[in-house]
């Protein structure tokens, strides 16, 4: 399998799933009138499209480890379980990250959500492999906690007159946060050890978990929308235009691809889960950007919310920038 040996191309490794995590969401955009419901059935079948896509390519050739077939082949029990389960966890707070983003909008579900996610995913990776510079890393994940509050007053300011809808997807944006924060340990726990699987792998087996755990979890929501509005009937997925299930496909192997090079980058010496997973959740910054300045969520806000997500993108900068040297310095 590929395996990068040098910092420098570990770090682009990490931005490309900063650029992943932060701009799958808007395939849900480019499917208009489609319940986020029946398109996360799509999402699902997108991120075990490219699982074995990059099994297939880049986890096969190299000069590291074994191939992806023999690898899955390899992997003890205990170290499949841990990314399966990382896989359920994720499936969840990822299911009610897109409810947030589906009643509040990118750029405020994703800062809030994945911004609090990061901040549990970091330290407790951290814990796991201690590697980077602890001031520079926590320094930089301080940052990016004051950008999420920066981002948290400017959502306020912007639905003054909707208290119930902006408490709402507050509240369901946070509970997402907790969750996905917590997945990362278990999918870094897999790669560790003897018969451990390399990260194309562990993708495998992470997103066999994100599947199986979408049968009845997203049934319940298509039961129980978390938005107010009426049941999804699955008769909507069927009769729903082949471009809607082509761009939730794209959407699941758009993440899929980011979490490829995740897990790939958090497995180079020098970097480590804790900077690489940080790092990742730039998506953050990232998805407010598409939110703000393309899909245009802050145009009728007040001029206050604006400057707060000036600070909110400013300080995001300079967080990511101190996450991204800690290797370097440690």
């Not at 959500?113 to 330290?123: C, D, K, P, R, T």
């Not at 996905?180 to 562990?202: E, H, I, N, Q, R």
């Not at 087996?205 to 599947?211: D, E, M, R, S, Y």
């Amino acid at each position: 399998m590929y395996q990068p040996q040098v910092y420098g191309v570990a770090l682009s490794f990490m931005l490309l799933s900063m650029l992943c995590w932060g701009s799958w969401a808007n395939t849900l955009k480019l499917a208009p009138g489609y319940r986020f419901q029946l398109f996360y059935w799509d999402y699902v079948l997108g991120l075990i499209v490219a699982a074995f896509a990059w099994g297939g390519t880049l986890g096969s050739f190299g000069s590291t480890g074994k191939a992806f077939i023999a690898d899955v082949g390899q992997a003890r029990f205990q170290a499949i379980l841990f990314a399966f389960i990382g896989g359920v966890i994720f499936n969840i707070a990822n299911l009610l990250l897109v409810a947030a983003i589906d009643i509040a909008g990118l750029a405020v579900a994703f800062p809030i959500g994945i911004g609090l996610a990061l901040i549990i995913g970091a330290v407790s990776s951290y814990v796991i492999s201690p590697q980077g510079n602890p001031l520079l890393l926590f320094g930089g994940i301080a940052l990016v906690t004051a950008a999420i509050l920066f981002d948290a007053i400017a959502y306020r300011l912007r639905e003054a007159s909707r208290p119930t809808m902006s408490r709402r997807g507050i509240v369901v944006s946070l509970i997402a946060g907790v969750l996905m924060g917590c997945f990362y340990p278990f999918v870094s726990k897999s790669m560790t050890g003897d018969g451990a699987p390399g990260p194309y792998a562990a993708v495998l087996f992470f997103v066999l978990g994100v599947a199986l755990c979408s049968l009845p979890v997203n049934y319940l929501l298509m039961r129980k929308p978390l938005d107010g509005r009426e049941p999804a009937a699955m008769s909507g997925y069927w009769h729903a235009p082949a471009g809607w299930h082509f761009w939730g496909i794209v959407g699941g192997a758009i993440w899929c691809t980011g979490a490829l090079a995740n897990f790939v980058a958090s497995q180079a010496h020098i970097v480590g889960p804790a900077v690489s997973y940080s790092i990742g959740q730039g998506a953050t910054m990232i998805s407010a950007g598409w939110g703000v300045f393309v899909w245009r969520e802050f145009t009728q806000a007040p001029a206050k919310s604006k400057t707060y997500l000036t600070w909110m993108f400013i300080f995001f900068l300079c967080g990511l920038t101190a996450i991204a040297i800690a290797p370097l310095f440690s």
